[in-house]
Every structure is written in C-alpha cells, then in structure tokens.
C-alpha cells in the first residue's frame, strides 16, 4: 500500500524565483492538504484540496497557489520567494469517507525541504 | 490563548520509564484529537486518534478530558525509539486543518 509521496526531496532556489512541489496521496484517499513546517516550528495550515478546489486556506499569501488533479494527486506552487519561505513543505493526504471524527486523519508524505537563498 | 499548548521539554526519560504528555486546546468545538510522533527533521507520523474520552494502544494511552479542554499521552515502559517529538493535535469544529502546537520533545536515555 503507497503512503504518500512527495517530489522533489530537496530544492534549493534564489529569491523571487517560482518554485512548484508535488504530491501523490496514499491509495484510497482523495483530499491533499498543505503544510509548512519552519525550522522549531509545528506544521503551519496552508491550504486543503478536494474535487479539484481549493477548500479550505490557512493564513497564507496569494504567493502560494495549489492545484488538484483528477487523479487526487496536487501541486503546490510559490511565487516570488522569500527567504522566509525556507522550510520543509509536508503534504497530506485524507479521504473524504471517514466519519465525522475520522475524516480529518491525516497522513503526510516525507516533505520538500526547501531553500531560498 | 494559544490554539494547542504543550510543554515543549525536553523531557529526558531513562528506558522503562513511564512519561506523560499534557497539551490543552482552546477550541471547545474541537471533535478529534490526534497524537502525531514526529523524528528530527522527518514527516510527523500518526500515532493516535482520540475521538471519545480515551483510547489506549500497546504502551501508549490517550485520555481526553473536554470539560477542561486537555488531552494526555501516557507512554510506558519508554524505548530508546520512543525519542521524538509528540504532537497534539487537536481537529474538527467545522475545519479541514490540522493546527499544530511546537510539540514535546522526548529523550529516552539508556
């Protein structure tokens, strides 16, 4: 059984460059969530996909965008870099199937870890 | 009030001990709970779902306590890969994110 998987492993990029990271849910699930974990710091919220939309956006700018695909897998892109945008980039992944307890169990891939000089 | 607050630790444990984890949460509407484990600089693992008042697992016990908004992660009989930081999750309340404290770090010595 696939757990999640996320691509690139490491990148490293200038600042105001555009960078786009990817993520395959593990099987079975449907719903892809974005995380950003700085250095100390627990994950922080960035966005939730699911049917393709954006569903739910953490506190966020418009630099990060996302995209889901029909096959669930989805993408996370960021403009215009900063150099506090340095940190590792988890996905998660979910099903919309659970109950109203489980739905929110999520699983996450083994991160991008990103650096922007 | 922060969203989740946990002791950060460190709490450095010698093997076969027995450690607690406290973590209280402001969202009274919070349904789920979730223990996550996270090593050094990997993804956080899920280790626990609390969706009643309890839920135990081999050496690992959760207890949830909602009138008082907290929620506790008992490990026993402590195993040098115990070390990591424990994450306190809690969800629900009508949103899809997980809000994330900083988290407890655990050293299990030998």
């Known amino acids: 059984d696939a757990g999640v998987t996320q691509s690139p492993t490491h990148l490293i990029k200038t600042r105001g460059q555009q960078v786009t990271l990817r993520c395959s849910p593990k099987s079975g699930h449907d719903t892809v969530s974005w995380y950003q974990q700085a250095l100390g710091q627990g994950p922080q919220f960035i966005f939730q996909y699911y049917e393709e939309e954006e569903r739910q956006r953490g506190n966020f700018p418009d630099r990060f965008s996302g995209h889901q695909f029909p096959n669930y897998s989805s993408e996370l892109n960021v403009n215009a870099l900063l150099l506090g945008d340095s940190a590792l980039y988890l996905c998660?992944?979910?099903?919309?199937?659970?109950?109203?307890?489980?739905?929110?169990?999520?699983?996450f891939g083994p991160g991008t870890r990103l650096t922007v000089l | 009030r922060k969203e989740v607050e946990q002791d950060p630790g460190p709490f450095n444990v010698p093997e076969g001990a027995t450690v607690a984890f406290n973590c209280t949460y402001s969202n009274s509407a919070s349904q789920s709970f979730f223990w996550y484990r996270q090593d050094c600089r990997k993804e956080p693992k899920l280790l626990m779902s609390v969706y009643s008042s309890g839920n135990e697992d081999g050496r690992f016990t959760a207890q949830l306590n909602r009138a008082s908004q907290y929620i506790s992660l008992l490990i026993r009989d402590s195993k040098l890969s115990d070390s990591a930081t424990y994450l306190c999750?809690?969800?629900?309340?009508?949103?899809?994110?997980?809000?994330f404290g900083k988290g407890t770090k655990l050293s299990v010595i030998p």
């Open positions: 998660a992944s979910s099903s919309s199937g659970g109950t109203k307890f489980s739905y929110n169990e999520q699983f």
């Open positions: 999750v809690p969800s629900g309340a009508g949103s899809y994110q997980l809000t």
